[in-house]
Each structure stands twice: as C-alpha cells, then as structure tokens.
C-alpha cells in the first residue's frame, strides 16, 4: 500500500486517487526570466521519479506543470536588457526545456500563462460574482480571504498577522492579506484588456487556472517546493475552492526539501545558483539525475562535489552491471537446473525488488529504495556474474529496467538498438584488430602502432599477448 505524506494534513496518508486508476498532478513550474539551476531540477527530478513511481505501479499519470511568463521580475528583466517581456520569456523557456530534456524528465503540458488569459479572465469574473473578489479603483482585483473560511490550513498559518502579504499596495485593499488577482497595468509594463481595464494577471491566480484546465475542478497531486506553500499554495487553495465549492480541490500536497549549497538554499536572489547548463559541462546530466533522483524528495539536501562524485560512481557501477548482464545473457544457456546456491541468489534478487517496492510505498523513500539498486549490482558482480545459466541473469535484468523505470538513468542502456549497435562495434573493432594482427605479422609495426593509439583515443585499449590480441572499452562518463 502506497503511503504519502500530506502537507494539509502533516501526516502519512493511504494513497487513493479519486479517480480509480489515474492520478492528475499539477506541479509550480519555474519564472522564465533566468537560466534553470540545481535548485529548480531537484523538485522537477524529485517530481518527476514520484510520477514514473506511480506509473510503474500501473496507473495513468497526467502531469501539467506550468511555466510563468508574465511576472514583475521578467519585465524588469526585459528592461534592464532593453528588449521585450516576450524575448526574456520565450529564451528562458527554451533554456528550461533544453533542461528538462538533458534530464529525461517528461511532462505531458506545458502551459503558459501567456496563452491562458482569457481563462484567467473567466476565473477572476467567477470569484467577482460569487462575491469572493473586489474591483479596486485602480482596476486591480483582489481576492477577499476574509470570505473564505479556510485560509491558513495548509500553511498552519492561523493568525491573521501571518497572513500579510503583497505590501506594496496595502492603500487599496481592504484587509493587509488580500492578494492581487488581477493587476492594473502601469505604464510601460504588458497589459491584455479586460473587463476592470488594461492589466495582467497575478501570480497565484494562474495555477488555480491551469490546473483545473487540464486535470478538473479536483485533482490528486499538487506539487512545488516548500517555499511555496505560503502564499502561493495557500492562496491557490483559496480561489479553487471558492469558485468550485468543492473540497478537498487538491486531495494530497507535496512538497520538496530545498537543495542547499553550503548550507543556504540556492536561490537567485542570494546570489549563490548553479545553472545547470554549466553543470552539464562537467558532469553528465544521467548523474545529476542519479543524485537527484535518489534522495527523498522531502529532505533538504546540500550539493558538494562529493556527492556528485559519488553519484558517477553509481552511474558508472550501473552501467557496467546492465552490459555484464547483457552478456551473460547471451553467453549463458538456458537453465535445465539451478544449484541450491543458485536458487538461494534468485530468492536474494525477490527480496531486492520487494525491499524497492516498499521503500517507495513508503513515502516515496527513493534514497532507500536505491539501497535496494545498490545491493542488486552486488549480487550481480559477486554471484551472477559466475553463475553456468542465463536464469539470474535474466531476472536481474528484468527487476533493474523495472528500477531504471523510476531512475531514469540507464534508457541508453536498456534499448534494443543499443544491443545492435554494441553488437557491430564488437564484430567491426574484431575485424580491425584482426587486420592488424596480420599487418604485425607482415612487420608493418608502424601502423599496426597507429591502430592502436587510434583505437585507445576512441576509448578502445588493446592487450597483446604474443600473437594474440583481445581488445575492452574503457567507458569514462564526464
Ligand atoms: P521558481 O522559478 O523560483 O518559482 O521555482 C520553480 C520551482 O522550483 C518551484 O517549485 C520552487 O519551489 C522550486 N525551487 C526553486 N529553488 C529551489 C531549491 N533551492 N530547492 C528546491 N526547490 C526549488
Ligand atoms: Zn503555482
């Protein structure tokens, strides 16, 4: 049974979509006015695994995740650059996409805020008539929080003096913690015409709107890092379930540990960001996902370059044991007869799937359920790897694409044309060394030394033992 942790609640709850079968999730996507970093692709990774988790478990996963291209910061942004909002947009969205790409994280859609005004419009003019919401005279709307009786819950924000936000414009609203739906536009800034004037939307609105857009007026999943819950979360709640009149509008809510670096969290605006195409360029991309993908996505997590070591070490141990169980498939023949020992290994291998299963169920506990990995390439290289039949190898093979499901890591690995391609280097480096074998047989020692550095530049190093060649590839990740 599938546990979550509910941050509405503060407690472990049996996971049960409200549909029977498929699970809506709806995760904050980023402000599109700098490059994506670390701290960013830790929630989208940590997101990204719960969601193949539930997929693997066989249910249907719709995920929206939206993207944010209309905010005071992308404006002043096009302004300090002296080009347009949508310039800033439209270039930060691609360097995110590119991202999430690198990353192997897919989301079914992307919206933007930019092409949902009109929806927006429709959900302010909803809340105005249900009288949750006021026109100001400058244009901008704010939502009342006094009307709706639950503001605070998923906070635990119970006084109203901890409620105060957007300070700027206390002078016209009606209470410290109303918060702007609609903003009147100021000179110089992107407006869209609408019934209270020339403006744009705020920020909390937008998700309340995307997100029954696509996945209804309840959904199972909502997601975004713990810097979100107050005021955005909060806030989202509060429309939602003030113009649907249902609750709960979200039955679980889950939210990220911060990725820290030297003990602070990694935000822009201290200063203190990694961006990940720069990390890209000294580490692969499969071992950021590694790290990432492997610590529970609600701890706080802090990046060394340790941990990113030891992630490539991880990687590199995975991959080796993908490619020695390939081969010990086709080298090993079909089992007629398992030894005890061998039939003692089998049940090990059980036991590791089950131990995965249960760590995920439990919370998603992804850094222990990779204990689970880990201990699945110990079998393989201290017993399979010697095993006379291809049975253990064929189930470790089995149960690790079932954990590179969730992981992410090894798809390269796990493809049949991969299979194919390794199987024409093999034949076609065979071939090559054969030819040189001959050349050192004819004393043409020249080139048959070229062959060789040639080949060790592509990663292929050479052993000659008299007349005898064989041949291995040194696999280094960045
Ligand atoms: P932003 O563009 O800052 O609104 O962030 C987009 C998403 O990334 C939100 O879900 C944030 O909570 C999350 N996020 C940003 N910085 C961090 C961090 N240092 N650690 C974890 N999540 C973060
Ligand atoms: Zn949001």
């Not at 909502?222 to 609750?247: C, M, T, V, W």
Request: proline share 4%.
């Amino acid at each position: 049974m599938l546990k979550v942790y509910n941050t509405l609640t503060r407690s472990l709850e049996e996971f049960k979509p409200l549909k029977p079968g498929i699970v809506r999730i709806y995760t904050c996507g980023p402000t599109v006015y700098d490059y994506t970093h670390l701290g960013h692709a830790r929630t989208y990774v940590a997101f990204d695994v719960i969601k193949r988790y539930l997929r693997l478990k066989g249910y249907d996963v719709v995920h929206v995740q939206n993207i944010t291209d209309i905010d005071d910061k992308i404006i002043n942004r096009a302004r300090e650059e002296g080009v347009s909002w949508k310039d800033i947009a439209d270039y930060y969205t691609k360097d995110y996409l590119e991202a999430l790409e690198k990353l192997n994280i897919q989301v079914h859609i992307h919206p933007r805020v930019s092409e949902h005004i009109q929806d927006i419009i429709e959900f302010i003019q909803a809340l105005i008539d249900k009288g949750y919401a006021y026109v100001a005279p400058s244009g901008s709307v704010y939502f009342e929080v006094d009307k709706y009786p639950y503001y605070g819950e998923l906070s635990r924000r119970f006084e109203k003096e901890q409620w105060r936000q957007e300070t700027d414009v206390l002078a016209e609203k009606k209470k410290p913690y109303d918060f702007a739906l609609w903003k009147a536009a100021k000179p110089g800034e992107p407006w869209w015409p609408s019934p209270w004037g020339k403006g744009r939307p705020g920020w909390h609105i937008e998700c309340s709107t995307m997100s029954s857009k696509y996945l209804g007026e309840q959904f199972d999943i909502h997601g975004g890092g713990q810097d979100l819950i107050f005021p955005h979360h909060e806030n989202e709640r509060a429309q939602s379930e003030a113009r649907f009149s249902k609750r709960p509008w979200v039955k679980y809510w889950l939210h990220t540990g911060y990725l820290m670096i030297r003990g602070e969290k990694m935000s822009k605006s201290l200063g203190n960001i990694i961006i990940l195409r720069d990390l890209f360029k000294e580490y692969d991309p499969r071992i950021v996902r590694l790290w990432l993908a492997t610590i529970h996505y609600r701890k706080p997590v802090d990046f060394t370059e340790e941990a990113m070591e030891q992630a490539k070490k991880n990687l590199e141990r995975l991959i080796a044991t993908v490619e020695l169980l390939k081969r010990k498939i086709k080298e090993t023949p079909v089992a007629h007869r398992l030894s005890e020992k061998e039939l003692k290994t089998l049940y090990e291998l059980e036991e590791v799937r089950r131990g995965f299963y249960n760590a995920m169920d439990n919370d998603f506990n992804a850094s222990e359920a990779f204990s689970y990995v880990y201990k699945l390439t110990t079998i393989v290289f201290k017993d399979i790897q010697y095993s006379e039949v291809n049975a253990l190898a064929l189930r470790a093979y089995q149960i690790l694409y079932e954990f590179n499901q969730v992981l992410g890591v090894l798809d390269k690995e796990f493809t049949e044309a991969t299979i194919a391609e390794v199987e024409l280097t093999e034949k076609l480096v065979d071939l090559i060394v054969r030819v040189r074998s001959e050349l050192r047989k004819r004393k043409m020692y020249d080139l048959a030394d070229s062959i060789r550095s040639e080949l060790s530049s592509l990663g292929i190093q050479l052993m000659d033992k008299g007349e005898k060649t064989t041949w291995i590839i040194k696999k280094t990740l960045s």
